[in-house]
């Protein structure tokens, strides 16, 4: 049942992430006049950051922990290859779109590499074992 258990928040823990590295990267081209705005930054730091302890406190798991950033890799890297059809999602028109393109890339991964190292170097909390009951403690029978 523990293995059900686990796979269930690595497949919760690989859908938020999954979702939430699209978001990011369509929000990379966001603008308020001239000026981009780094939304997407932010929330590659903020979401790589929360999601790595987040799974790790609720699964109990090393390994869950790993999978938000490596989902949020793969859509990301994804995003800045571009497709047969000529699609490219993290474009690099301008000075400002290349900058703010480079920075979510860098340091969206920094910040992944930051949370799983730090998940991976803290103790994993396993339950106390149940002590055998081994009588009322008066010295036993006699």
Known sequence: MSAVRTLGWAVLAAAVAFWLAAVEVFWLPLRIGPVPVPLSVVGAVAGNLLLVAWAQRLSGSRLVAVVPVAVWLV???????????????????????????????????????????????????????????????????R
């Open 75 to 141: 859509v990301a890297v994804g995003a800045s290859v571009r497709r047969p059809e000529g699609d490219l999602v993290i474009t690099g028109e301008t000075t400002a779109a290349q900058v703010v393109g480079l920075a979510f890339l860098l340091l969206g991964v920094l910040a992944g590499s930051f949370a799983v190292g730090r998940a991976l170097s803290r103790p994993v909390r396993r339950p106390e074992p149940v002590p055998v009951d081994a009588g009322s403690g008066t010295g036993g029978a």
